[in-house]
T-cell receptor, first 113, second 110 residues
Framework: ETGVTQTPRHLVMGMTNKKSLKCEQHLGHNAMYWYKQSAKKPLELMFVYNFKEQTENNSVPSRFSPECPNSSHLFLHLHTLQPEDSALYLC????????????FGPGTRLTVL | RKEVEQDPGPFNVPEGATVAFNCTYSNSASQSFFWYRQDCRKEPKLLMSVYSSGNEDGRFTAQLNRASQYISLLIRDSKLSDSATYLCVVSNSGYSTLTFGKGTMLLVSP
């Protein structure tokens, strides 16, 4: 399935590096999301965008910086991360925000050394 | 109290068994309920929505008890391919987002 794609699929970075995660959805949806999934924890919502506007920031540290240039693309810019930020980062989209089914991308497995 | 709590698992069952997953949620204003499935090292995918009247999709039956704030998923005649983590998901009234449980892992063995 190629409805929601994410790149890269795997990323290893040092604490002083700057990198970006990319998400693209081909479903014509208006809402996009970033989630963090750590071992033995539930998915944690990070950011919500609706029609390119950020509607929710779930108390995420500023070392994570989202960008949504249009309804199809979502980026997560990373800088000066910590080892505890190592996790699976999942992008999702839905037709609108609200109790809609969300479609997830395959995720980026991030390791911070 | 956690917002969405699930059985810790894992559940180990033989093929053909019936298995039930339980989930409780803390917000009585919750409006929408889902079960997602996540295979190992893959993304979550919607398995089924959960309606007040209960709903069935083949071997899968989902039920909702609003008074007890409880959701269940029953899988009959388990297949090897049912092995995955099952995520209970709740959407709250007035919020734009979904809240996920930790998930319960199911392992179906031959």
């Amino acid at each position: 399935e190629t409805g929601v794609t994410q790149t890269p699929r795997h990323l290893v970075m040092g604490m002083t590096n700057k990198k970006s995660l990319k998400c693209e959805q081909h479903l014509g949806h208006n809402a996009m999301y970033w989630y963090k999934q750590s071992a033995k924890k539930p998915l944690e919502l990070m950011f919500v965008y609706n029609f390119k506007e950020q509607t929710e920031n779930n108390s995420v540290p500023s070392r994570f910086s989202p960008e949504c240039p249009n309804s199809s693309h979502l980026f997560l810019h990373l800088h000066t991360l910590q080892p505890e930020d190592s996790a699976l980062y999942l992008c999702a989209s839905s037709p609108e925000t609200g109790p809609d089914t969300q479609y997830f991308g395959p995720g980026t497995r991030l390791t911070v050394l | 109290r956690k917002e969405v709590e699930q059985d810790p698992g894992p559940f180990n069952v033989p093929e053909g068994a019936t298995v039930a997953f339980n989930c409780t949620y803390s917000n009585s204003a919750s409006q929408s309920f889902f079960w997602y499935r996540q295979d190992c090292r893959k993304e979550p995918k919607l398995l089924m929505s959960v309606y007040s009247s209960g709903n069935e999709d083949g071997r899968f039956t989902a039920q909702l008890n609003r008074a007890s704030q409880y959701i269940s998923l029953l899988i009959r005649d388990s297949k090897l391919s049912d092995s995955a983590t099952y995520l209970c998901v709740v959407s709250n009234s007035g919020y734009s987002t979904l809240t996920f449980g930790k998930g319960t892992m199911l392992l179906v063995s031959p």
